[in-house]
């Protein structure tokens, strides 16, 4: 386990393939005496392949961090890259692509349709990008994340773990190049926060997944292969093969 100092280039390892970079990226929100500075500047990148968990106090600008990361929102400057894609200066229509294409989405609320059965659910993606999925192709995603025998059943009908899981399903189906997922655990029970990490680690480990995860919770981020802390919009060091312990004691500094 070790600490890392500030800097560009946090989490950029020489040779590492990376799947998501931000260079000098700054958003800013409001105006004149009401303007806010969420991101400052962050320089950071994830590797393929490795889980990492984003930390920090209330107000710090994860949730910012990660909405610039996956696209869903635009930085006032600085560049962000999916791969080698900026996707900064993509057009609206060239990113919402990108999106459906490259990125895949797990959210604290689930976001599943109550009407649609787990199968639909999981398809869904695929068919707002317009392809007709095959049964076998959603069946086997339902299986990756344990839940094979659930397909016909309703949001209503499963349990919120059981729930998060055809989420993260849905958000596998089309084979994205980088997860993100924000407080994915956050309206979860123990049990099962501790079964959605478990597949978040092992699509990790088993199947090369890039994973980017927001959370408050030290031991969901013990999970992580290393955690990015930020405070006030900035990068305020990370720390690989974390602990529970290590990562409540980097917050508490951060939270002074």
């Excluded at 961090?65 to 200066?89: E, K, W, Y």
Aim: charged share 20%; net charge positive; aromatic share 4%.
């Amino acid at each position: 386990m070790s600490v890392t100092g500030v800097g560009v280039g946090v989490g950029v390892g020489v040779g590492v393939e990376q799947a998501v970079t931000l260079s000098a990226v700054a958003r800013l929100y409001g105006r004149g005496e009401r303007r806010v500075s969420a991101l400052r500047g962050v320089d950071c990148a994830f590797a393929r392949g490795s889980f990492t968990a984003v930390m920090g106090p209330s107000g710090s600008g994860k949730s910012t961090l990660l909405q610039c990361a996956a696209g869903l929102d635009r930085p006032t400057s600085g560049r962000v890259f999916i791969g080698r894609t900026d996707i900064s200066a993509l057009t609206e229509t060239e990113l919402t692509k990108l999106r459906r294409e490259r990125i895949g989405f797990v959210f604290q609320s689930f976001n599943l349709m109550p009407s649609l059965n787990a199968r639909k659910n999981v398809a869904l993606p695929l068919r707002l990008a317009g392809q007709r999925p095959g049964r076998a192709r959603v069946d086997a995603a339902l299986r990756q994340v344990g839940l094979g025998d659930r397909g016909g059943h309703r949001p209503a009908e499963l349990s919120g773990g059981q729930q998060q899981r055809v989420a993260v399903a849905r958000a596998l189906i089309s084979r994205p190049e980088v997860l993100f997922a924000d407080e994915p655990t956050g309206a979860l029970d123990t049990h099962s926060s501790r079964e959605v990490l478990g597949l978040l680690r092992s699509v990790v480990d088993q199947a090369g997944q890039t994973v980017v995860m927001v959370t408050h919770d030290p031991v969901a981020a013990s999970w992580a292969d290393r955690v990015l802390f930020l405070s006030d919009g900035a990068v305020h060091g990370e720390l690989a093969g974390p602990t529970v312990a290590a990562v409540s004691e980097h917050l508490a500094r951060l939270s002074g």
